[in-house]
Each structure stands twice: as structure tokens, then as C-alpha cells.
């Protein structure tokens, strides 16, 4: 059974910094893209950031030169390096991938999220 676990959310002042990770077990062959999602109270839940398995990256323009996405393909594992963070960054991060896991075939799985606060 192939498990996506995030850690590394928290409570944060605004403009500071914080790094999310979300490791990949299980019988694990091969993963595609990685992604973070999030979801804030009240709204749908939005792409964050995506890394293909060449290491091609895309970001929500509300991010974009603040976070950085980066995987470790040897650790299964994918990075969200969050940086000059706002209030409105505020929500459950969730951490998605597309794998290949015997005996089944691709598919995407979710993780169950992190929360991230920013307040001050």
C-alpha cells in the first residue's frame, strides 16, 4: 500500500519561511509529477506547485518567486520551500503524486495534508 505523508507545517509570523517535505512508501516502482495542493477554510482546494519527473516545474501565480518546489528522486520524497509568507498563504497543504506501486497501475494518491498558519 503506497502512502504519501506530509510534515512540516506550522505557525509562522508573516514573512517568514518554512519547508514542507511529503515522502512517498510502499512498493514503489517509479513516480511521475509531484504537486502541492491547498485548501484554505471556506475556498476549493488549488494547485500549488507541480514538478514533473525531469524536474520541469509550474506555479499559481500567487507564489511564484516566493515558493520553490523540488523533489528527491533517490528519497521518494518532493520539498515545498515556502518563503516571504502571507496570512493569506493560510491552509492544509496536501501533497499529491502519480506512482506506480505493485501490483497496480498508475494512479494518483493524496496525502493528508499539513496545516501552515501565518499570523502574527
Known amino acids: 500500500q503506497v502512502q504519501l505523508v506530509e510534515s512540516g507545517g506550522a505557525l509562522v509570523q508573516p514573512g517568514g519561511s518554512l519547508r514542507l517535505s511529503c515522502a512517498a512508501s510502499?512498493?514503489?516502482?517509479?513516480?511521475?509529477?509531484m504537486a502541492w495542493y491547498r485548501q484554505a477554510p471556506g475556498k476549493e482546494r488549488e494547485l500549488v506547485a507541480r514538478?514533473?519527473?525531469?524536474?520541469?516545474?509550474n506555479y499559481a501565480d500567487s507564489v511564484k518567486g516566493r515558493f520553490t518546489i523540488s523533489r528527491d528522486n533517490a528519497k521518494n520524497t518532493v520539498y515545498l520551500q515556502m518563503n516571504s509568507l502571507k496570512p493569506e498563504d493560510t491552509a492544509v497543504y496536501y501533497c499529491?503524486?502519480?506512482?506506480?506501486?505493485?501490483?497496480?497501475?498508475?494512479?494518483?494518491?493524496w496525502g493528508r495534508g499539513t496545516q501552515v498558519t501565518v499570523s502574527s
Open positions: 514538478i514533473t519527473s525531469g524536474g520541469s516545474t
Open positions: 499529491r503524486a502519480g506512482i506506480l506501486a505493485s501490483p497496480y497501475p498508475w494512479r494518483d494518491y
Open positions: 510502499g512498493s514503489i516502482i517509479s513516480i511521475n509529477a
